[in-house]
């Protein structure tokens, strides 16, 4: 999410205002709209510095209603790539429960990384559930169902906030990680990882006979979790980091006497997201440069192709002014 540039910038808009001018647009542009301007304050042009604009809805009289980019030399202008809104995707386990056999112990077990919010895959819980079947042995379904109960009241005593467990047929059930909530700058919303294993052992022990998995469970990953792309939750979470560098570094350590941070991302939003890499030469006896990042968020309001129109104009924004000296990316599918 977070690259080693020194200095990162966000605009974050919804549609391109129709208006010119850096004047014009502060003047008459609405909320979310968002605009590419030359650095003297007109139509972008080849070869000739530019930077992003968006309008806000702050106070206009003390000149809070929009928000600037730093100024871009197309010649410093190193990449610059476009990648589509893409939803994020939880993964999902199916669980089989084969013959119903008596004096047997089913399971199911859930190993789950990063427990706690430790982001280390070292720190991981078992959750587990059981059956046991007696002399006469039930169904397959009344199996499958006291393994469902016994997971989910395990998962109950840990908040019942982590995974999702429902049948899916007589035999079968999925397993299937929950999305989690962000709180920017405290929670950051993760994504569940864990790996499903099923087992099956006899209940009559034999003291020559090694305890064997006899395989009458088992499960299988049938969809990958996917973390998705220009999502609400990665929108939030970038937000609040870059701001750091923007605005108050220090994030309220001074209340009362603190600054407000305006944020502008939304928990809803569906972001195409680009971004343009580049670089400033240091102004000293050695030379250095200073690599920089501007990312532009264009909320698409609803995933259709459609609506990758704004963001095809962002992009034809940036051939004008760049030319040759970087590729552009081709546009998105509108249809």
Known sequence: MYGPNQVGELIIGNSVASQTTTKTFIASATDKQIKAVSENGTIVADGVSFSFLQKTSGDATKGLNYEFSDVINPNNVDKVTVKAYAAEVQEVNTVTVGTATKNTTYEIEVRLYNDGGSLSPENFAIIQGFYVTGESAETTTVIKDGLILSLQKNLIKRGNFELEVVSAGSTTFTITGKAQKTIPGKIIGKQIEFDVIGKSFSNAYDINQPVTNSGLVTAVLTTASNPGNGTGKFALNFEWFIKGMKYEVYRQTGYP???????????????????????????????????????????????????????????????????????????????
């Open 257 to 335: 006497a603190d600054f407000g941070t305006p944020y502008y991302a939304s928990a809803t939003g569906v972001y195409n997201v680009v971004q343009v890499r580049y670089h400033t030469e240091r102004k000293a006896t050695s030379v250095e440069r200073q690599y920089k990042v501007l990312t532009i968020l264009v909320d698409k309001v609803t995933d259709t192709p459609a609506n990758n129109a704004a963001t095809n104009t962002v992009l034809a924004n940036l051939r004008t002014a760049i030319g040759t000296r970087a590729t552009v990316p081709s546009d998105l599918a509108v249809t």
